[in-house]
């Protein structure tokens, strides 16, 4: 029953080229977010979205963008992907309300690698 | 500024030994807390959060406002638990979670 689905396991992308991770959630859930995951450094908030179309920036949104057109669906893009963009990307969902409000559902991680 | 801090980046104990993993944060308003464990090969997933104030796993976290820590223990670790875990803090009104640098427990036999 996986809920949170992000569709690329692993990549592995050139320098410059633009790079699109997808992540879909089937529950319904209004917010959704992408971090980054390195070790030492935890997970950092890249962007979220609290509605449709709807997004803010985190912590570290240089180099990224993201796109939300339907409630399920959060894709992050790196325009121009970079070596320091190496890394696990988790996106995860949640809903503001009821007993699980703001409770994290992860995806699997998507593993990029830049060369 | 919000931020959480976890000290330590691995914390090595035999089974049956009590466990500690700490967890500090700085954040002006009410705040809301939780620990997440990934386990090998699986998903981030949610442990515990101190609004729920249940034990899970056999493991308990207490907020102290005064210290700012959300330290989370566990009276004698198991193998099983060996995995990475984070702190993390819900800032302000929005879903937004801040997570800590992650804490690995190594449970030897």
């Known amino acids: 029953d996986v809920k949170v689905t992000q569709s690329s396991r692993y990549l592995v992308k050139r320098t410059g080229e633009k790079v699109f991770l997808e992540c879909v959630q089937d529950m319904d859930h209004e917010n959704m977010f992408w971090y980054r995951q390195d070790p030492g450094l935890g997970l950092r908030l890249i962007y979220f979205?609290?509605?449709?179309?709807?997004?803010e920036k985190g912590d570290i949104p240089e180099g990224y963008s993201v796109s939300r057109e339907k409630k399920e669906r959060f894709s992050l893009i790196l325009e121009s992907a970079s070596t320091n963009q190496t890394s696990m990307y988790l996106c995860?969902?949640?809903?503001?309300?009821?007993?699980?409000?703001?409770?994290?559902?992860f995806g699997a991680g998507s593993r990029l690698t830049v060369l | 500024a919000q931020r959480v801090t976890q000290p330590e980046k691995l914390l090595s104990v035999f089974k049956g030994a009590p466990v500690e993993l700490k967890c500090n944060y700085s954040y002006s308003g009410s705040p809301e807390l939780f620990w997440y464990v990934q386990y090998s090969r699986q998903r981030l997933q949610l442990l515990l959060r101190?609004?729920s104030r249940e034990s899970i796993k056999g493991f308990t976290a207490d907020l102290n406002k005064g210290e700012t820590s959300f330290h989370l223990k566990k009276p004698f670790a198991q193998e099983e638990d060996s995995a990475m875990y984070y702190c993390a803090l819900r800032a302000g009104n929005t879903g937004k979670l801040i997570f800590g640098q992650g804490t690995t427990l190594q449970v030897k036999p």
């Open positions: 995860a969902s949640s809903t503001p309300l009821g007993l699980g409000a703001n409770v994290l559902t």
């Open positions: 101190h609004i």
């Open positions: 979205s609290y509605d449709v179309k709807m997004k």
